[in-house]
């Protein structure tokens, strides 16, 4: 009899800026419907933990937060893989992912997998050093200035000009149009993330935004991905609906990106169409909180991400056909407030089984 | 006749809309598969749209367009280039 697979997946939270966990649950459960999930969450009240439906959650676990380092998080997972041996983890957050890299050793030793991306390719492809990344890919990216102090923001916001947007080095972003806002939002970023901050220029042009996910061979291949311009967003620009392109020239670019990196696993990259064709504004180095959009229609990167990880062979994704499109849909979940009670002591056994959907794979 | 929501100013972005990348869904939407951008069209001018992308030559389509909406050939010619006018950035 083959061995139940338990699997933690971590960003269980679907609120007005939805984390990838639920959607990455969702799609393993499409090919392995009966895989033990084990959601690791930071808050109590992360939405994903709530749902009976087949992208909730057979347990789940409070986590030390990423800021703890890597030897808080061993400690953790060991202690949940006493209840719930792991065959594998998959981190879903920006702020955990060198946690895991450092890691990499241990989890070895443990028999636990986790996604193979080194600290070089994670490195390469953050916000301060993506302008160089760029260059070496042959890919355009706006002209971006890493600061670390106030006045170095204003500095970097005359230089580039206005408007710009200044980022966080992980999460956050604010479009400031004057140096008034420049000091407010330098100010709420380094309270919010800590430095340094990004100063990155506005692209002209027609403002349309492109976000493609994917998953990397390692070896600098593409072993699927989708593409979609963004149809809806919300207040803080994140994809609220999307329509899936078919564009030689997006679909060239990504395929630079990432060979130049070796990239290995899960990646969204994400664009503004300028007056010269696509810039890359970010890369992630994980699924996307829309990554199940893709799966519902034959391109299931977190099932081929489970493949890969259990060295299983891995099928080509099917290519997304132009015009299939996503609408993003909340729900009210319920609770009881003996969950809280439960997951307030460090972990939450459901014991009803999520109700899964047996074969979610789309019929060929 | 009218292409009103295909502006030169919205296809035109850095980034003119090639006339193979349309497609035409249910006769009311011209959907431009490489940028994801879509407009409602009229009926009249799904009809040209589809007949250019199948290379109809300009007499042809003519004809055929004055058959199909019941007008004059030279009320069709007429309405035909005003509307290639208004779309001259899709090519």
Redesign the interface.
Known sequence: MTKQLCIAVSGMHRGDNPQPGPAVIRSIRRRYPSAQIIGLSYDLLESGLFSKSDDGVDAAFLMPFPNKGPDALIERLDEISEIYPLDMVIPCLDSEIPNYIELSDEFKSRGIKTPLLTKKSFDRRSKDNLFQLGKAAGVRVPRTIVVSDLMAAHRASEEIGFPLFLKGKQYGAGLVTSSAEVTHMFHSLMAAWGGPVIAQSAVG????E?DVVGLGDGRGGLLGSCA??K?MLTSNGKAFGG??????ALQETVEKIIKKLKWWGPFELEFV?????HELIEMNPRFPAWTDFPSQIGCNLPAMLVDMLLSRPVAPARVCE??RMFIRHNLDLVGDISQLAELSGGSLINDAQPNLLQSLEPVN | MSANRIRKEEVNGGNAVHLSNLKIVNGCLAFDVCSGKFHRISESAAFVIGELKRQTPLGALITSYSQCFGISPAIAARDIELFMNDISVVR
Do not use: M
């Open positions: 042009g027609s403002g349309d492109y979609i311009r149809i329509i899936v392109v078919a564009d030689p169409k300028g007056k010269e064709g132009p015009g």
